[in-house]
């Protein structure tokens, strides 16, 4: 069974950096991985998007130019650099992997495999 290990959560302030890795114990071929997060009473939301071959990505417009992904074949990992971030950022991020196309991308239907999540806190 395909395992999906998210680490890199913690307690920032705002403007603050954090980066996340999101692990794979198996990757896909040509599949993609995305980030998504839930915060408190929310529903979960798309944050970005990259596919394993090739690495095109995709983000929401909400964390453009502040969050950026990249992926390490090699590693089988998936990053997602946060810069910047604001309380509104506050919510626990999940890493999922699936075969998209197309704005299948940007919904977590797309995606078959998760991870447990890793809570990112902001502060003001």
């Known amino acids: 069974q395909v395992r999906l290990v998210e680490s890199g959560g913690g307690l920032v302030q705002a403007g603050g950096s954090l980066r996340l890795s999101c692990a794979a114990s198996v990757r896909t071929f040509s599949g993609s991985v995305a980030w998504f997060r839930q915060a408190p009473g929310k529903e979960r939301e798309f944050v970005g998007t990259i596919k394993w071959s090739g690495g095109d990505t995709a983000s929401a417009d909400s964390v453009k130019g502040r969050f950026t992904i990249s992926r390490d074949n090699a590693k089988n990992t998936v990053y997602l650099q946060m810069n910047s971030l604001k309380p509104e950022d506050t919510a626990v991020y999940y890493c999922?992997?699936?075969?998209?196309?197309?704005?299948?991308?940007?919904?977590?239907?797309?995606?078959?495999?998760w991870g447990q999540g890793t809570q990112v806190t902001v502060s003001s």
């Open positions: 999922a992997q699936g075969f998209c196309s197309g704005g299948g991308c940007y919904d977590q239907a797309t995606y078959n495999q």
